[in-house]
């Protein structure tokens, strides 16, 4: 062939000079890295609807501290008509100041039975104690509130007791020797410990399962923007497609980690200003192995979602690319809450599954020490695993832009 | 110098490209020419590294082309080619970052690139926002800002209007003036013929033509328009030379096996007969060639 060389042109000012040859960034992914997550962090629609999960958390922590602060200790009021009536409403306080919540109760004394009886409807008192003959009655407007009976019940028995037993010639700690019944917990537990330990192992596990699920949405959809739009071939040419998605793996776990971390940080201070702030300290060891368990269960899947949007070709096409992922997470979730048993400690080990599971089983205690290291170095190895499954679809999917490509096609191109 | 050396790509039982072999000179502007399925494009993202070949190669300097050197080339894919959310300046400079720039360097020519094409006052907009011509405007800067060794730009004049045509071509013409090789492929006949030294001429996966504009015309038949006297009718009879087109006075002839002699014998006949008005050599254009080479 022949060509002739170029003709005299007019040279340009920008023309570009060979000597002040350029070399490509040494840390491409850095730069890939820091691009995802300036573009999600001014996406008005993240920004917004992270700010809404924060309010709703400060919301929801506020009602309860608001709700906590009404509902101060009852103090009642009873109407008696004579001296022991005042001493048995005085006993029934002190039965009342021996129990956790913190009720009192006082003694309005009237002339007679007829005034407390006439309080009680007027609804100036909360009940009144009158006696007829031998027998105390409680009077009230719509029944007693239940402490109040008991204590003043007690106070009564206690008070006859006594009475009677003396003139028996005894006591009433003779009276009552062995007639005691003492309860024992042998778990240890609390009631309301073991529901702060199920909604702290949920709210883990539920915002695992979200950000798994947004954020590897988000990659695929960023790869497939990348590949519709043609830009990839640009990057491809300037950078390793594997430093290309680095990048974009790395850009998205540091902000799912970053939004998990504001989440839990956010309730954790919170929490701390609520009556829960006693449980905050049984929380420190779950949360510890959680963060690396998050970010060891968020890689493993993030690869795979990148695969997942490189086998599309365009938008349209995420949802049947990215369906078996979707599945899969929602499976695991549902199958983690679930389970119980030896069937629950097994899937505590299964990688993904012991995101949830693991910091679940910590925050309930009895966990060996090796266990949650053993679960997560299984997790390691699985990331590495679907990283490089995930990748190797990736880079082969990633230039085929003649439509969606299928799993068993993308594993026949060449890389 | 980029050479392009019997590349060859399948895809499934269809050879996309076929051992196709050709050369962009240093300073050269070359056009790629060919109907859509051609193979331009395959054959380009061949060279950029997008696609790998089944067989042959692609040279730059005589040695083959790997990353360092493809990361230096300016590549313009077809059609779009940015992210449609993302404002046009932040991209840019984004690319020119990968390309090795610092933040200040890159913000400095990027924001200089987009003066002088006009987007000065667009910068911040998102490019999904800006027409197609604007888009097309970014996709060029995209392909120069990392001052490439060489251009590959796939359809880089299409969407274009005749003034963003001229800075285009200007902005070319600036690399191959700084012996910067340029291949560029269109469907603009005339454009290529008017900035390219050379083109080539892709038809079903194969170079079916190359050469300048020049050449190509001297490939196609030899033709003569004659315009005499009176009526030209005996020319029918005249020995290696077949009448296209016959009109009283004036004839168009295609000298049979290119024989000048056939041609000079013609000439002499006229003028033995009477006065000959024109006596000229018709030159196809290169869409007819172009017809003809891809038919």
């Not at chain 1, 005085?90 to 407390?116: F, I, K, M, Y």
């Not at chain 1, 266990?371 to 590495?384: G, N, Q, R």
């Not at chain 2, 251009?151 to 004049?157: A, N």
Request: glycine share 8%; net charge negative.
């Amino acid at each position: 062939m022949s060509v002739v060389q170029s003709r005299p042109r007019r040279a340009g000012g920008e023309a570009p000079a060979e000597a002040r040859a350029l070399t490509p960034d040494s840390r491409p992914w850095a730069l890939v890295a820091a691009r995802e997550i300036r573009v999600k962090l001014t996406d008005r629609n993240f920004l917004i609807s992270t700010g809404i999960t924060l309010l709703l958390i400060l919301g929801l922590l506020g009602l309860q501290a608001f709700i906590a602060a009404r509902e101060e200790a009852p103090e009642y009021t009873v109407a008696v008509s004579s001296s022991q009536g005042e001493v048995l409403v005085e006993q029934s306080e002190s039965v009342l100041a021996s129990q956790e919540d913190g009720a009192s109760v006082t003694a309005r004394t009237v002339a007679d039975p007829v005034a407390a009886r006439e309080l009680v409807g007027e609804g100036d008192v909360d009940a009144a104690l009158v006696q007829r003959e031998n027998t105390w009655t409680l009077l009230s407007d719509g029944g007693p509130p239940g402490e109040l009976a008991r204590s003043v019940a007690d106070a009564v028995r206690t008070s006859a007791l006594s009475a009677n037993a003396e003139a028996a010639g005894t006591s009433v700690a003779d009276l009552m020797s062995g007639a005691q019944l003492d309860e024992q917990d042998v778990s240890g537990e609390d009631d309301a410990e073991r529901v702060v330990q199920i909604v702290a192992g949920i709210v883990f596990g539920l915002l695992f399962y979200m950000a798994s699920l947004t954020y590897g949405i988000s990659i695929a959809n960023s790869v497939v923007e990348e590949k519709q739009s043609r830009i990839v071939e640009i990057l491809a040419a300037v950078i390793p497609v594997r430093a290309l998605l680095t990048g974009k793996v790395l850009g998205n776990t540091l902000l799912a980690f970053g939004q998990m971390a504001l989440i839990v940080g956010v309730s954790l201070i919170g929490l701390s200003f609520t009556e829960f702030d006693r449980y905050l300290p049984m929380m420190t060891e779950p949360l510890l192995w959680y963060l690396p368990f998050f970010v060891a269960g968020f890689v493993a899947l993030a690869c795979m979602w990148a695969a997942a949007g490189a086998l599309a070709s365009r938008t349209e096409d995420l949802q049947s690319t990215t369906l078996p992922l979707t599945l899969s997470l929602v499976m695991i979730f549902v199958v983690a809450l679930n389970l119980d048993g030896v069937a629950r400690t097994i899937g505590s080990f299964v990688p993904v599954m012991s995101t949830i599971l693991m910091p679940m089983r910590l925050l309930e205690g009895g966990v060996s020490w090796w266990e949650p290291l053993a679960a997560f170095v299984a997790t390691l190895a699985f990331s590495y695993l679907t990283i490089t499954v995930g990748s190797s679809l990736y880079r082969r999917a990633l230039m085929q832009t003649q439509g969606r490509v299928s799993l068993r096609q993308a594993m026949r191109l060449p890389e | 110098m980029l050479e392009v050396d019997a590349v060859t790509r399948s895809y499934a039982d269809t050879k996309a490209v076929d051992s196709v072999s050709f050369t962009v000179p240093t300073g050269a502007m070359v056009g790629f020419v060919g109907g859509n399925g051609a193979g331009k494009t395959t054959t380009m993202r061949m060279i950029m590294g997008i696609l790998a070949p089944d067989s042959g190669t692609v040279r730059w300097r005589g040695t083959e082309l790997d990353r360092a050197i493809r990361s230096r080339i300016g590549y313009m894919p077809e059609e779009r080619g940015l992210y449609p959310k993302q404002p046009i300046r932040e991209q840019l400079v984004y690319l020119a970052r990968l390309h090795g720039m610092s933040q200040g360097q890159a913000r400095e020519r990027i924001s200089g690139l987009l003066e002088r094409f006009g987007l000065g006052e667009r910068m911040e907009d998102k490019v999904e926002t800006l027409s197609l011509g604007n888009q097309q405007r970014g996709q060029i800067i995209a392909a120069v800002l990392g001052e490439p060794v060489a251009l590959v730009l796939d359809e880089p004049f299409s969407g274009l209007d005749p003034a963003a045509v001229d800075q285009m071509s200007e902005l070319l013409r600036e690399h191959t003036a700084a012996g910067v090789p340029v291949l560029f492929s269109s469907h603009q006949l005339d454009l290529v013929d008017r900035l390219c030294d050379s083109i080539v001429v892709l038809h079903e996966g194969q170079v079916v033509a190359r050469g300048t504009s020049e050449e190509l015309r001297e490939t196609g038949d030899l033709r003569y328009r004659l315009t005499v006297d009176d009526d030209a009718g005996w020319v029918r009879t005249q020995q290696g030379v077949s009448v296209l087109d016959l009109d009283g006075p004036h004839v168009l002839v295609e000298i049979e096996g290119a024989d000048q002699r056939a041609a000079q014998r013609l000439l002499a006949e006229a003028v033995r007969r009477g006065g000959v008005h024109e006596f000229s050599r018709v030159r196809p254009s290169l869409s007819e060639i172009y017809r003809e080479v891809a038919a």
